[in-house]
């Protein structure tokens, strides 16, 4: 009660002070203040007394500064009133005592001294905290500045992207953009394609993301050009310095699904094998190839590496350097032990049989190869001996061996016998005589004696040319017994009469046994009595040239007999090889002896020459044809042939195509060759009908029974070069689902890992790309941690808030980022995200102080903060009301070097 008459005692002498005053005038201060404002309607008496000059409102606590210093007293002091009266804005800018919050400000919860001063009402600051109303709530272009025409097509909120701290810095979402990318991206409103940017029609979505604009998922099907005009070292990576030498194009062995493997061709490459194969730009020679100097190209071809024409002809090295059992078959384990180079016995050409053996090199005895197993040992037949095979043979030849009898002690029949060694043979003279009695074991032939008296039979069971010498080439012919001339005790002189002579003249008068045919004698073998006489030997009575022995030119020669006449065909021909003995003419003619060339009368004048149909062609008639018959030809050498193959192979010169060849305007020697028409070296270039004309399955092999089912043509997928790996793939003319190939047959299927989903591939994939996923998660089965679990998708990070709640509380599948935070399911402390890691920290201008987040702000709202407990701030009460962290001195506030503290109390900030 005391206190309350104090306030009202000083109420009635400051109502005394006022009223003291002249009109018109105010007190503010030691200074008298002119009012501009209408004096105020009388007041009750109490009020009326003026106050003394001296009254210094400032002691009040509430200087009058600004418009507050042209407002009349009795404005804010009702009634004479003055204990009590209030001095924040909103007890008097009520629309009772004074004007408040028009129906258009914003909606706020600020203190009106918060963005107002009392100098004037126009905003002075603007804390968007204090407003609980969205931005376009005020930025609608009336009360405040709203999108400007240029602004992007969006219909989120402001503060999607801006925030009230700082309008450009935004934070900018393309989530809610309506329009393409190039509305914006147009180089005006927002940074359009560089001057260096690929040429494409294609919008910036169909390669760029909102998230990140490098690192674009490039689809090559919208750039116009080919790929060199940005594939050129500068608009992108050109070829490398390591890149093959060729005049290709990048499209014609790449393609813009993927830059690897490519389709090479090595037709168009302008260097030799070596130049990149050589281990760096493409795999080289490995360390177990052959040595040798020879191009690549000299055994493997560019359509496949193995198998490999392989020629000895260029080796470096010797054989043993690749037939070492690794790089190449070495010796095997039965082989021969020597120390002899493989060529010494063996040829390039063909292994086996070697073509020779130098036992000089062979290392080990003859019998350590010739064992029958390795090499051929001793026969069945062998003579029974200990010795080694050098004793008798020779590495030169096994026969003749060279025997000694030296050492053998048995008779010689224990050996000659038929079986072991060569016994008598079925002509040797019947006798009972030892093999000793008559022969040596130094020779068996001639015999060392024969003793008749032994000898079984007359002298022509043994003297009949086969056991002993018979009757020689000269002997008389004669019945008689060679005992009728001749002793046994010499053979000549004989005693011989013509008597018993049985046989012709010639048989005697043979020029040896007795005179015969002078050296100028016709060759005959007539028996002289058939041309001439007993009585007289010459002139003959005749000559039959049936017999006569030699050619006709060796009598008709123009001195023993008339020869050839002048106009004879030159020919070495004997005359009888056309001519017959009975008549000079007709002649059978022969080509065999004629000297001269074909044409040389086979001209058209003396025999008939070449038709009008004849192949064009150097060669001479010789090379084709034969003397016996003109057609068919022997030969054709298409070397000397002047045309192409189809100027004779027509059908009508010779054979043509076949009705079933494949359709082609190339000549026949692109495929085939002179020296043999099949196999034939195919070439695709000049087929003028589609794959399928020939790959039909009868042609050429067709679609297998697993091919994909679809309607593309071969060429399409495959190149004639090679048909697997298909050379590209369009998805697009695929008959049926994706599973109907990918099912892990066909082509691959989902792999082990993949998400349990029942949608199709096409739900998530590309036909122009496998990885490129997108994922819709409609088709998913199960929760979003049976997928992000770190194993088949990405999982939690480690810098992941703490929480039991599943992904999709905060998360959306259609977008990672930004989500949708729940505190509700948070396992621990604020401080344990909220820790300027996790989650934004305590910034700079945070209060110092030792509270727990929950402590002051709320989960749902961080500002305005719920409360402020002071008594755990650490520091002055400036270290915070300095009008940067907190709320400071207003402006009205009288001039101190005080703590606040001196003056307020934490509980509240009036006295």
């Not at 069971?461 to 002997?475: I, L, R």
């Not at 059978?588 to 058209?604: D, I, L, Y």
Request: glycine share 8%; aromatic share 4%; hydrophobic share 30%.
């Amino acid at each position: 009660m005391r206190g309350e008459r104090l306030w009202a005692v000083l109420a009635l002498v400051v109502a005394l002070l006022i009223a003291a005053l002249p009109a018109g005038a105010r007190v503010n201060g030691p200074a008298l203040v002119p009012a501009p404002v209408a004096a105020p309607a009388p007041v009750a008496a109490a009020a009326s007394a003026a106050p003394p000059a001296s009254f210094d409102h400032f002691r009040t606590g509430f200087p009058l500064t600004g418009a507050h210093a042209a407002v009349r007293c009795e404005s804010c002091h009702r009634g004479g009133v003055f204990a009590g009266t209030p001095t924040d804005c909103a007890s008097c800018h009520n629309d009772v005592i004074a004007s408040g919050k028009p129906s258009r400000h914003v909606r706020t919860q600020g203190r009106c001294d918060t963005c107002h001063t009392v100098k004037t009402w126009q905003i002075a600051r603007f804390d968007h905290s204090g407003t609980s109303a969205s931005c376009k709530s005020c930025h609608d272009g009336v009360q405040a500045a709203g999108k400007p025409a240029g602004h992007i097509a969006t219909a989120q909120d402001c503060a999607a992207c801006h925030t009230s701290a700082s309008w450009s810095a935004l934070h900018f979402d393309h989530a809610a953009v309506s329009g393409t990318c190039a509305s914006c991206h147009n180089g005006t409103r927002a940074t359009g394609k560089g001057a260096a940017h690929l040429a494409t029609a294609k919008d910036c979505g169909a390669c760029h993301t909102t998230q990140n604009w490098a690192g674009a998922r490039f689809d090559h099907a919208g750039v116009a050009g080919n790929c060199a005009s940005c594939h050129n070292g500068t608009t992108a990576t050109g070829k490398a310095a390591s890149h093959l030498p060729t005049g290709n194009a990048c499209e014609d062995c790449h393609k813009t699904a993927a830059w690897s493997p490519a389709s090479f061709n090595h037709a168009d490459t302008t260097a030799a094998c070596t130049t990149c194969h050589n281990g760096t730009r493409a795999a080289g020679k490995p360390a177990n190839h052959v040595p040798t100097a020879a191009e690549c190209s000299d055994c493997h071809k560019t359509a496949a590496w193995t198998p490999a024409a392989f020629s000895h002809a260029a080796v470096g090295s010797d054989c043993a350097s690749c037939h070492n059992g690794t790089s190449a078959a070495g010796r095997s384990a039965t082989h021969i032990a020597t120390n002899t180079n493989c060529a010494d016995c063996h040829t390039t050409a063909a292994w086996a049989p070697a073509r020779a053996v130098n036992h000089a090199d062979v290392i080990g005895t003859c019998s350590s190869c010739h064992n029958g197993t390795r090499a051929s040992g001793k026969a069945n037949t062998h003579l029974p001996t200990t010795g080694e095979c050098s004793d008798c043979h020779r590495t030169s030849a096994w026969t003749p061996a060279t025997f000694s009898h030296a050492n053998v002690t048995a008779a010689c029949s224990s050996c000659h016998n038929g079986t072991t060694a060569t016994g008598k043979s079925a002509t040797h003279i019947a006798t009972n005589s030892n093999c000793a009695d008559c022969h040596t074991t130094t020779l068996w032939s001639p015999a060392k004696a024969v003793n008749h008296a032994d000898v079984i039979g007359s002298c022509a069971s043994c003297h009949n040319g086969t056991k002993a010498s018979g009757k020689p080439a000269t002997h008389l012919p004669t019945t008689g017994e060679c005992s009728d001339c001749h002793r046994t005790s010499a053979w000549s002189p004989a005693s011989f009469s013509h008597a018993n002579v049985t046989a012709t003249c010639s048989s005697c008068h043979n020029g040896t046994t007795a005179t015969g045919k002078s050296a100028t004698h016709i060759a005959t073998n007539s028996n002289c009595a058939d041309c001439h006489t007993t009585t007289l030997w010459s002139p003959v009575k005749a000559v039959n040239h049936v017999d006569v022995i030699g050619s006709c030119a060796s009598c008709h020669n123009g001195t023993k007999a008339s020869g050839k006449p002048a106009t004879h065909l030159p020919t070495t021909a004997d005359c009888s090889d056309c001519h017959r003995t009975s008549a000079w003419t007709p002649a059978s003619f022969s080509h065999a002896n004629v000297t001269a060339a074909c044409s040389s009368c086979h001209n058209g004048t003396t025999a008939a020459g070449k038709s009008p149909t004849h192949i064009t062609t150097n060669s001479i008639c010789g090379d084709c044809h034969t003397t016996t018959v003109w057609s068919p030809v022997k030969t054709v050498n298409h070397a000397d042939v002047i045309g192409t193959c189809a100027s004779c192979h027509n059908g009508s010169a010779a054979e043509g195509k076949s009705a079933t060849h494949i359709a082609t305007t190339a000549d026949c020697a692109d495929c085939h060759r002179t020296s043999g028409w099949t196999p034939a070296n195919f070439s695709h270039a000049s087929i003028t009908g589609t794959c399928s004309s020939c790959h039909n399955g009868t042609s050429a092999t067709g679609k297998n029974a697993t091919h994909v089912a679809t309607t593309n043509t071969c060429e399409d997928c495959h190149s004639t070069a090679a048909w697997s790996p298909a050379r590209t793939f369009n998805h697009a003319d695929a008959i049926g689902t994706c599973a109907s190939c990918h099912n892990g047959t066909s082509a691959p299927g989902k792999t082990a890992t993949h998400i349990a989903s029942t949608g199709s591939c096409d739900f998530c994939h590309k036909t122009t790309t496998w990885t490129d996923v997108v994922v819709d998660h409609t088709q998913v089965i199960g929760t979003c941690a049976s997928c992000h679990n770190g194993s088949t998708a990405t999982g939690k990070t480690a810098t992941h808030i703490p929480t039991t709640a599943a992904c999709s509380d905060c998360h959306r599948t259609t977008q990672w980022l930004p989500a949708t935070f729940s505190h509700s399911g948070i396992s621990s402390g604020c401080a344990t995200c909220h820790n300027g890691t996790t989650a934004p920290g305590k910034n700079a201008t945070h209060m110092a102080t030792n509270n727990l987040c929950e402590d002051c702000h709320y989960t749902t709202a961080w500002s305005p903060e719920r409360r402020v407990n002071h008594n755990d701030v650490i520091g002055t009460c400036t270290s915070c009301h300095n009008g940067v962290i907190a709320r400071g001195k207003p402006r009205e506030h009288p001039t101190t070097s005080q703590d606040c503290g001196s003056c307020h109390r934490t509980t509240t900030w009036d006295m």
